[in-house]
């Protein structure tokens, strides 16, 4: 028989399978995860970098939202957009395994 293999790390984030969003139940673990995760998001102020406030304004403010210098990020309109987007959204990701509380969570995909 082969070896068996050691555990991963402690605090490696395990490779997951995403799921098409629009083939979820309503009460599927998923979904209740980010709702838990965006409701815990928007009791923080806008100024902490896990807000819910502060993540939607990484990629642009609204008129009449204010600004703070760690807002409107995005590199919409040039070729920085997908390696800047990708990073963005690994880390949202773990922004709500955070504020969800489960680790297994990946996003959905739409």
């Given at each position: 028989?082969?070896?068996?293999?050691d555990?991963?790390?402690?605090?490696l984030i395990v490779p997951g399978?995403?799921?098409n969003v629009a083939d979820?139940?309503?009460d599927?673990?998923?979904?209740?995860a980010y709702r838990k995760?965006?409701?815990a998001m928007k009791k923080l102020p806008a100024t902490d970098p896990l807000s819910w406030t502060f993540q939607a304004n990484m990629h642009g403010v609204p008129t009449n939202g204010g600004w703070q210098a760690d807002w409107a990020w995005?590199?919409?309109g040039n070729w920085w957009f997908l390696p800047w987007h990708r990073g963005y959204l690994y880390f949202f990701e773990r922004i709500v395994?955070?504020?969800?509380g489960d680790d297994s969570f990946r996003l959905p995909y739409w």
């Open positions: 028989p082969p070896p068996k293999s555990p991963p790390p402690t605090g399978i995403r799921q979820l139940a309503d599927h673990p998923v979904l209740k995760a965006v409701a995005c590199m919409h395994r955070k504020m969800s």
